[in-house]
């Protein structure tokens, strides 16, 4: 054979046995990757892979290590941020023998500043314990409009609208209705974080003494006020090394004192003065202990609180559907208080939402997750009756007596039911029913108008409402409040002077409407006709067609 074909022959070998490795004519795949690639790149020229393992989970933290759950674990169980080089670590400049240490720790120092910035900005977002934020106001909290316009353009715009009107007239079946329901934002927003986004929770309360505003904000507790701020309560570490949490919060109606339930049963007794005198004295330096810790074994899930209108008794609602009367007794300490269990009675079949009691503690209007309500006679609270079970198709948080109507109850069903419900209490007769667009989480009624707010958790995403005020008894809209995101009211509160309410909404922050004037006079007992929408219930009633107010006082109306 010719030496050219035995070259050819060799050469058409070697390119099948390439081909066979390789499987593919057409293209390269390479098995390892050139150094030369990272060093091309200028922001990668400075690694060697070589020399530098950056998987090394002890010289710095990996982005794996900054986004696990372990991570944001210890951030929650410090309170603070340390640095993640807790060491000034020198950066050399110029050439040394020892060229690689140096490129290393350069590379290392670089890491760890990004990652220390990394920790930093998720800890800011996600406000882990952060002290300065607590029920903080700032102007940029208000809410802002959805649609903002270039002043040439709005002015241009005005003037337009100006000209058409001359210029054309009007057709009447066009115009716009001149009933409109208003629209309302809040004149204040606090920053509340670590605001639990919880249904079954009452997390915030108002002073009828001292105007001040309680909030639980996980497992610490701040009060607020117009002018001192935000004021500590209770530490977190207090119920956190408890393995406990705040369920609930009360102010006394009488006094200074004020509660706090968990859920693990406790309940905590505090005296306004005393944290006001600590925090003036130490700031947040030093907390004060609880004046005396309640805790009963068999109560668990402390979800609602309220105070009989005396400010010595507790009404309590758990978990488990019971009812707890826990009576508080002084001491011979002026600062010094003993609580005891009075009464416990077994109320509803699964878990207690809400709680409201009527002027003169006669009657208790218990809401649970079993979808009712029950209303009980409470006049001899060692042997509560019950009278009524006043059903719902879902869980009954919202529910509240009538202030000028002692035999009118109002209460509100959940998500699945979303109905406010109007109840005459001497009978047990529903008297009328209205579907909202959510779920009902709190009723107040007005003390000096015939009007009621409710306010909604989950309801229609695209048209998302905190808050609607209601006339009664026809239930027209005058005033609602609306968000430009879907936003849930948790709870809600009457102000001291009964003007406005505080809501607690999932995106920790507490909410200040105004609804009412404060010139407007306080009604005390309504005898109307058409009231109760039943001529039998209004005769058994013994309505006049009149109201009027308390014995003709100045303060009251009287209407005929």
């Given at each position: 054979?010719?030496?050219e074909?035995?070259?050819?022959a060799?050469?058409?070998?070697k ?31 400075r ?30 169980e410090?309170?603070n ?88 007239t ?18 204040k ?42 004021i ?23 006094d ?9 049963g ?19 330096e030093?907390?004060?202990?609880p ?82 309500c ?10 509560p ?29 959940g ?35 015939k ?45 001291p ?46 309505i ?17």
């Amino acid at each position: 054979m010719p030496k050219e074909k035995k070259h050819h022959a060799a050469s058409q070998k070697k390119l099948a046995a390439k081909v066979s490795i390789s499987g593919y004519q057409d293209r390269f795949i390479p098995y390892t990757a050139s150094t030369a690639v990272y060093r091309a790149s200028l922001s990668l020229r400075r690694f060697d892979p070589k020399e530098i393992d950056l998987r090394d989970q002890e010289s710095s933290l990996s982005p794996q290590r900054l986004s696990s759950p372990e991570f944001f674990n210890d951030l929650r169980e410090t309170g603070n941020y340390e640095p993640v080089n807790s060491q000034n670590t020198s950066i050399f400049t110029t050439d040394s023998p020892n060229n690689t240490e140096r490129r290393q720790t350069i590379t290392c120092t670089k890491l760890k500043r990004e990652q220390e910035k990394y920790r930093d900005t998720i800890a800011e977002l996600l406000g882990f314990h952060n002290s300065e934020r607590v029920l903080t106001f700032n102007q940029e909290n208000k809410l802002k409009p959805l649609l903002k316009l270039d002043a040439t353009l709005a002015l241009e715009t005005t003037n337009l609208n100006e000209e058409r009107s001359r210029t054309s007239t009007r057709d009447p079946r066009l115009e716009r209705g001149t009933k409109r329901v208003k629209s309302h934002a809040a004149y204040k927003v606090l920053d509340a974080p670590c605001l639990r986004n919880d249904f079954y929770s009452n997390l915030i309360s108002w002073s009828k003494t001292t105007n001040a505003v309680l909030v639980g904000l996980g497992c610490s507790s701040y009060m607020w006020s117009e002018a001192l701020g935000a004021i500590p309560v209770l530490d977190h570490h207090y119920l956190f090394s408890k393995g406990d949490l705040i369920t609930c919060v009360s102010f006394s109606p009488r006094d200074t004192k004020f509660v706090i339930g968990t859920k693990d049963g406790r309940i905590l007794l505090f005296d306004q003065d005393l944290i006001i005198d600590n925090y003036e004295k130490y700031e947040d330096e030093v907390f004060l202990e609880p004046i005396f810790t309640y805790k009963n074994t068999a109560s668990k899930g402390l979800g609602c609180i309220e105070w009989l209108s005396d400010g010595e008794s507790l009404i309590v609602g758990d978990e488990t559907g019971f009812i707890n009367i826990i009576n508080i007794r002084s001491t011979l300490d002026p600062n010094s208080y003993h609580l005891m269990l009075f009464k416990r009675f077994k109320a509803q079949r699964q878990q207690v939402c809400g709680i409201s009691i009527n002027n003169d503690n006669s009657l208790l209007a218990v809401g649970g997750n079993d979808n009712s309500c029950s209303l009980w006679n409470i006049t001899d609270s060692e042997i509560p009756k019950k009278f009524f079970t006043l059903n719902h198709t879902a869980a009954v948080k919202a529910v509240a007596f009538c202030p000028w109507s002692k035999s009118l109850l109002a209460t509100g069903g959940g998500s699945k039911d979303r109905t406010i419900k109007f109840w005459h209490t001497k009978t047990g007769t529903l008297l009328n029913e209205f579907k909202v667009t959510g779920q009902v989480t709190s009723l107040i009624w007005s003390k000096t108008q015939k009007q009621i707010v409710a306010t909604f958790g989950f309801g229609d995403i695209e048209d998302p409402t905190l808050l609607t005020l209601f006339s009664f008894p026809l239930m027209t809209q005058l005033l609602h409040v609306k968000s430009p995101q879907p936003l849930r009211v948790l709870s809600a509160i009457l102000s001291p002077n009964s003007t406005a309410i505080c809501i607690a909404t999932n995106d920790q922050t507490i909410r200040f409407h105004k609804i009412w004037q404060e010139d407007e006079s306080l009604i005390k007992e309504l005898q109307e006709k058409g009231l109760y929408g039943s001529d039998i219930i209004e005769y058994f009633e013994g309505i006049g067609g009149y109201y009027q107010g308390d014995n003709g006082g100045d303060n009251d109306k009287t209407i005929r």
